[in-house]
């Protein structure tokens, strides 16, 4: 029986999640030390990794937004990912439970998160969970 284990990360967890980030967001996405970096002073986020039998299998990334026009905040899933060797064996479902419970009752009134209009996979997975599609569009403009 596979061990799994969700913790939130810290600076000794840099270099594993500098590599799931490489399987994920592509080579040459950020460095080791922006995400030392980040894990130590970024307040605005929390890192969480999940482990099967102690090696690194995935990661979530969550930021709460707090805004002066609603009296709760919402938590913001910004990244999300599980190894492919992981998926489909109750991984990914274990790391965002743990990470609901862990915002649950800090003034948070729910979850929200983008992923791909083409990305069935994700989306059924979300769905299951008890996330709804919204019709919201999002816009995004980048600068040079």
Do not use: W
Request: aromatic content about 14%.
């Amino acid at each position: 029986m596979m061990q799994v284990k969700v913790y939130q990360a810290t600076t000794n967890d840099a270099e594993a999640l500098f590599g799931l980030n490489e399987r994920f967001n592509g080579v040459g996405c950020t460095s080791l030390e922006l995400i030392k970096e980040s894990l130590g002073t970024n307040v605005q986020e929390a890192v969480f990794i999940v482990e099967v039998d102690s090696n690194p299998a995935g990661f979530c990334c969550v930021q709460v937004f707090k805004s002066m026009c609603y009296s709760r905040h919402y938590a913001e899933i910004t990244e999300f990912f599980i190894d492919h060797k992981c998926r489909r064996r109750g991984v990914g479902t274990q790391l965002m439970r743990q990470v609901e419970e862990y915002f649950t009752g800090d003034g948070v009134a729910g979850f929200q998160l983008f992923t791909g209009g083409n990305n069935r996979l994700a989306q059924g997975f979300y769905e299951r969970l008890g996330y709804i599609r919204t019709d919201e569009i999002m816009y995004r403009k980048r600068y040079p």
